[in-house]
C-alpha cells in the first residue's frame, strides 16, 4: 500500500517557520509521498517581474526551510506568483528544491521543462505528478527558451443579462485554451505510458468566492481523466471548493490555503487593490470587517480561511482504491492543525465542505471514517 498526502497554497515567511508544520508534521512525513502548491518562489536573487506591485512575494528566504524540514516530496511551482522575482529567482528556487530531496513540477527553465512530470516510485508503483497553472499574469508563462509556469489558460466572455440596460451585471462564461489543453493531454497520456498513477495538480479557478466553479473548469478535469488521470488536485481559490466523482475519479477543485503568510514589504494600499476589496464586499458578501478583504492580513481571508484539508489517496495493486481528507482547522497563528471528524470544528469543516459541494450540483458524497472523511460518488 501506497499513502500520497496533498495539501494546498503554502507561502512560508515567519521568523521561526518550522513552527508552521508543527501539528501536521507527523501526518506529512508519515506518508509516502507528501504534497504542496507553493505560491512563491524562495530566492535572494531576481528583480520585480512583469506585474508590478501585486505584493504577495517579497524577495524573502526564511520560510524555505520549512518545506524541507516539513518533509514534501513534491511541489508545485505552478502559481501565479511564482515569477513575481523573475527568470532568476524561479530557477534558483528549483535548484535548491532539487537539491534538498523536493521534485518541484509545473514550472521552468522552458515550457517543456515545465510541462516535465515528477515520477516517484514507492512500493514497486510508479506515481506521476503533473502541474500548471491558469491564472498567471500575461509573462508568468513558459514558453521556449523562456522560463515560467505551465500553462492551462482559459478565456472569458461576458454577456449581458439585460442588453438594453447598461451597467446591469453580466453572465460570465469561459473555456480552456484549446492548444492548452491539447498539450495537457499529450502530456497526461504520456505519464500514463510512464506510470501506474497519474496525479494533476491545477492553480486554477476564481478566488474567494465561495461555491462558484468557472465552466472552463470541469472541461479541464473530464479531459485529463479521459486521457489518462487518476486525481485532480485544485488550488489557488484560498477557500475549499466542492468535490466531483466523474467515472470514478476525483476532482477537487479546490483544497483550500495550507500556510499562507504575510511577510513585510508587500504592497498595501494600492488603487486596484481597493477596488477589488469593494467589489468583493458589495458582490461577493465578504466579510466587510476583515482588515483586508482580499488576504492581506495573515491569513486575512473572509471567515471561511478557518477551513482546510489534508487530501490522502490511498494506492493499491497500482490504483487509487480510496481518496479521503483530513479535516484541517487553520489557527489564530496561522498553523493547520488536524481535526477530529468527531470534534465541533472537524464537523464545521465537513459541514462546510458538504455545503459548497452541494451548492455547486457536484456529486460528490461524505462519509465520517475514524479520523478521515471518506469520498466517493
Not at 218 to 229: F, L, N
Not at 281 to 304: K, M, N, S, T, W
Not at 315 to 327: F, H, L
Request: negative net charge; contains cysteine.
Amino acid at each position: 500500500m501506497v499513502t500520497i498526502v496533498a495539501v494546498g497554497d503554502v507561502r512560508v515567511y515567519r521568523e521561526d517557520p518550522d513552527s508552521t508544520f508543527v501539528h501536521v508534521r507527523n501526518i506529512i512525513q508519515g506518508a509516502d509521498i507528501a504534497f504542496c502548491q507553493s505560491e512563491s518562489a524562495y530566492s535572494d536573487k531576481g528583480s520585480m517581474g512583469s506585474s508590478g506591485p501585486r505584493g504577495a512575494a517579497p524577495k524573502d528566504m526564511r520560510g524555505y526551510p520549512a518545506f524541507a524540514a516539513a518533509g514534501f516530496d513534491v511541489v508545485s511551482m505552478a502559481s501565479n506568483h511564482i515569477m513575481d522575482w523573475g527568470r532568476d529567482a524561479l530557477l534558483d528556487s528549483l535548484e535548491r528544491m532539487r537539491s534538498d530531496g523536493m521534485h518541484p513540477i509545473g514550472a521552468g527553465k522552458d515550457i517543456e521543462d515545465a510541462r516535465k512530470p515528477a515520477i516517484l516510485e514507492r512500493g514497486g508503483t510508479r506515481i506521476a505528478f503533473l502541474g500548471y497553472c491558469s491564472v498567471a499574469p500575461v509573462g508568468y508563462y513558459a514558453v521556449p527558451r523562456r522560463a515560467g509556469v505551465a500553462p492551462m489558460r482559459g478565456t472569458t466572455h461576458y454577456e449581458p443579462l439585460e442588453e438594453d440596460q447598461p451597467g446591469t451585471p453580466c453572465e460570465i462564461m469561459s473555456w480552456p485554451l484549446q492548444r492548452d489543453l491539447d498539450a495537457l493531454v499529450e502530456d497526461v497520456r504520456l505519464a500514463r505510458q510512464k506510470s501506474d498513477v497519474v496525479a494533476v495538480s491545477l492553480h486554477w479557478g476564481v478566488h474567494f468566492i465561495r461555491t462558484l466553479i468557472a465552466d472552463y473548469q470541469p472541461i479541464v478535469a473530464r479531459a485529463a481523466i479521459d486521457a489518462g488521470a487518476d486525481i485532480i488536485i485544485g488550488h489557488h481559490p484560498h477557500i475549499l471548493k466542492g468535490v466531483e466523482i466523474y467515472k470514478g475519479k476525483v476532482v477537487l477543485y479546490s483544497i483550500g490555503n495550507f500556510a499562507i503568510d504575510k511577510a513585510a514589504g508587500m504592497a498595501g494600499d494600492i488603487p486596484w487593490k481597493r477596488t477589488r476589496q469593494r467589489i468583493f464586499r458589495e458582490l461577493y458578501h465578504v466579510d466587510e470587517h476583515e482588515p483586508d478583504a482580499v488576504g492581506d492580513a495573515i491569513g486575512g481571508f473572509q471567515d471561511d480561511r478557518k477551513y482546510s484539508m489534508i487530501a490522502k489517496v490511498t494506492v493499491e495493486k497500482k490504483k487509487i482504491q480510496k481518496v479521503s481528507y483530513i479535516p484541517v482547522w487553520i489557527n489564530e497563528r496561522n498553523q493547520p492543525e488536524p481535526v477530529s471528524p468527531s470534534e465541533p470544528r472537524g464537523q464545521e469543516v465537513m459541514q462546510y465542505l458538504e455545503d459548497v459541494t452541494r451548492e455547486a450540483s457536484l456529486n460528490a458524497i461524505y462519509r465520517a471514517d475514524g479520523e478521515e472523511v471518506l469520498i466517493a460518488g
